[in-house]
């Protein structure tokens, strides 16, 4: 993300400030150590366990953390060199004579203008199989019964103060996901409602009888109905988090540096999950129509939630920062006039005389793509920045980010679709430059310019709107048609179609 | 409200709990005592102004706090006897022989079916006039100079656990909207954006002068750009906190019983603003279509503002509730095996090891009206409840619960309206039963048995949606055509007609 971290501003410390980490399940997965990371090769098909969604041709962690590409780009040397150029800024795109990636999915990539020296976005697609961890019943698992279950996969990182924190999330978010999903594989595959209580331990009698654990109600008449979508949701949320943990866990050994934002579709059981954790982007367009699918976060958007924690917890605030907002600085001088401020409860404005304390740096100042947390970030959600500092402080800014996403759910099965119809996800590179509207102008271009049975259009899809959000050299900058600037950012691209060759039904 | 604070586990003490009062503003205005509140008038039309919105034949503190309706209904002691029999429950509205409400507005309201002895819904109808407290440029306004501001009002307030803070609110709430309107009387008649910065003492020199308010800006490019329409909606929260201050200080002296939920209309320069505290409802029906005009906040669409309360500030749980939501009471016997469970952040459920604080009662329990903060409270905004406390304990209620409404505009200039199209606001007592469908299907119904420019026609539509949600005696309750229970709630409604007789261009 372009500027995103105010460089000036903000810098990284490796000594400590955020929370402890909390002790590492044994079921979560580890982190491949760069040796074992598995070699670039196509994404397997169902049923095969999860492979790693960015590996690279690098010897040393850091070379790995600074350098790698997408596996299913299959970069040769060359081929990286011009990824990484950024003055070509070639857009990548998987070769053809590769494999496809699942559902003919449509990729594109191309690296920043010059903002950092690599290409901090990454891209993660795949098919992930999860077996059972153990039945419902509490009997163990046997490994022929075959009853696993499979998702589909896509994830975007947008990486912001270092590129260890995206490539991390590419490689490893989904194996958390898969792990969060592990308990659920039956009780998904059950159409009877979830069981609201599961046995400590498994073979304990009479877990699986649903009748005893509706127990005498003391409050409530009824139990409350958890459907299995909401199972599917929280299994999203909770894998983000233990995403988030782990790197607290681990920034020092892998060097983690810096955050990103994270925005992954998984596909299961008829179902499309959009989880966004950050400021990428994903919209549906169906028959010509706009369904956004993810909102972004940023300190404009979520600064109530930003102000109530400075006001509950003044602390966080180190006595640098006020929790109120103000149009813009105040000057010591205009101590006990009266200035327009917003406090968390409020959405309008009003006037209050200005006091010693108000003359402190507001938490959330800043407009649009200028906004920042504590002067330095732009984004409010995604996984890392465990490390990031206020400026010339050691006040951390992470207890102010959240590694939630927000997940929205689309049923696949309630619509006809057609070969047209596709989800595109995007980072802020694509969206800094072009609308919602555009996007889908784009999308029917260049559709109707291939046969509807033809795989290689949705990766011309992606290309054209990577191509229409950089632009051309010109006038000493990247420009549009228009002759309006270009994205100098990262631009990663996802087209996802769905009524498309994909037989996922 | 219906239940809406559970008698058998919520009681008021008057000691105290909450927040120390702060020291009140010379500004504020008082709340009058009963000798001297204003006899029932028809309401006055500008300039004039507030007047009181509920005042009562009542003699005592205690007795105007109990049987008070609004004044606008002009009741006899024989019509005040009818309008509080539980049984009958006759249909009150203002008299033909009475001056009109503003816009021709139609009222209706009808007690409940015994669920406590009072209507404890209020109501108010008021044109306000709003005199400049000082110019913009610092010297004192001339009376003479006639530059004040009209608004058009309108409040329900739908009370709980005692009728004392619904009748309050009826009867100050517009006066501290004024109070706030008051610094404000000249910028919002001024086209040019509202000045940032405002001097402290009238008569300071340059200080209408905006130019030196923009100075050098360290950390923003440009000052953020607040609107007119911005003001009036921050003047509009800060009314309402103001308020529930002043009910947090009067509460001893004026016997403010309970709490109650807001929902006002400011009609203001051509623009709706619609304010809602609580779970009283607002819509638009314009040319058949419906416009939801403000959201309700209950223990289930605030959960997440709840448990993140409860998990910042633990010590507002007493150490006898938890912040996590289960779908239902967990037994003791259950510790140890693994129950869903919702955490702050998460809209997605999961499940976890039952430990022993999880066996505590949840902040949040229950669904849909059953839903309770606390096991006590049904709604999360309001004004007053300043002595709730949870049944048998200290606990207070109140940190839970804001004073602060969601505001939302509706630019009555951007639509040509016809004298069909109306603003439909009432207590859940109307909604419990009744869904924005029928309410627009009722609108069409009666509007159309009646000519356009007959102005009784509000009054009758108002009269057939309580009617239509109370139903009629039969079968040993009240019931509805379709023979499901009616409300046996108070139920209260204002229909203010957009493109009617009245005059507000």
Request: aromatic share 6%; charged share 20%.
């Amino acid at each position: 993300m372009l500027n995103r971290v105010r460089s000036a501003v903000a810098h990284l410390v490796s000594s400590g400030g955020a929370p402890p980490p909390r002790p590492k399940s044994p079921d979560l997965p580890n982190a491949p150590s760069p040796q074992t990371a598995a070699p670039p090769e196509a994404p397997r098909s169902p049923p095969a366990t999860a492979g790693s969604g960015s590996a690279a041709p690098a010897k040393t962690v850091e070379a790995r953390a600074s350098f790698s590409r997408p596996t299913f780009l299959q970069l040769s040397p060359g081929g990286l060199r011009r990824a990484v150029d950024h003055a070509g800024r070639a857009v990548q795109s998987p070769p053809d004579t590769g494999r496809r990636l699942p559902w003919s999915t449509g990729y594109a990539e191309v690296i920043n203008a010059g903002k950092s020296r690599h290409n901090e976005d990454q891209a993660c697609c795949e098919v992930v199989y999860v077996e059972g961890r153990r039945s419902v019943s509490g009997a163990p698992r046997e490994p022929s019964q075959g009853q696993g279950l499979c998702f589909y996969y896509w994830g975007l990182f947008d990486g912001h103060a270092g590129g260890g924190a995206a490539e991390m999330a590419a490689r490893l978010l989904h194996r958390h996901i898969r792990e969060q999903l592990k308990d659920l594989v039956e009780i998904l595959q059950d159409p009877s409602p979830p069981p609201l209580c599961l046995p400590s331990t498994p073979g304990a009698p009479g877990s699986s009888d649903s009748s005893h654990l509706v127990g005498p109600q003391s409050c409530w008449s009824s139990q409350k109905e958890v459907t299995h979508e909401s199972l599917v949701v929280g299994a999203i949320e909770n894998a983000f988090q233990f995403m988030d943990e782990q790197m607290a866990r681990e920034r020092r050994g892998h060097q983690v540096e810096g955050g990103c934002c994270a925005l992954v579709v998984v596909y299961l059981l008829g179902k499309v999950y959009v989880a966004n954790a950050g400021d990428s982007r994903a919209i549906i367009v169906r028959n010509g129509e706009i369904i956004p699918m993810s909102r972004e976060f940023t300190p404009e958007t979520e600064r109530q939630r930003l102000q109530l924690l400075g006001f509950l917890k003044p602390e966080l605030l180190g006595g640098e920062f006020t929790h109120l907002e103000f149009p813009r600085r105040i000057q010591p001088k205009e101590l006990g006039q009266r200035m327009l401020y917003r406090d968390q409860n409020m959405t309008g404005w009003a006037y209050k005389k200005i006091e010693l304390e108000d003359l402190r740096f507001p938490l959330v100042c800043g407009e649009g793509k200028k906004a920042r947390v504590m002067a330095t970030i732009g984004v409010t959600r995604g996984l890392g920045d465990h490390n990031l500092k206020v400026c010339s402080s050691t006040l951390p800014i992470k207890p102010f980010l959240s590694c939630f996403p927000e997940v929205r759910v689309y049923d696949l099965t309630q619509y006809e679709h057609c070969p047209d119809d596709v989800l595109v996800l995007g980072t802020d590179g694509l969206w800094d430059v072009t609308s919602d509207c555009e996007v889908a102008a784009t999308v029917d271009r260049v559709l109707s310019a291939y046969e509807p049975n033809d795989p290689s259009r949705y990766k011309a899809l992606a290309q054209a709107l990577v191509l229409g959000a950089r632009g051309t050299p010109r006038d000493r900058g990247w420009r549009l048609p228009n002759n309006k600037l270009g994205s100098g950012d990262d631009i990663s691209v996802f087209v996802i179609p769905l009524g498309g060759p994909g037989s996922y039904s």
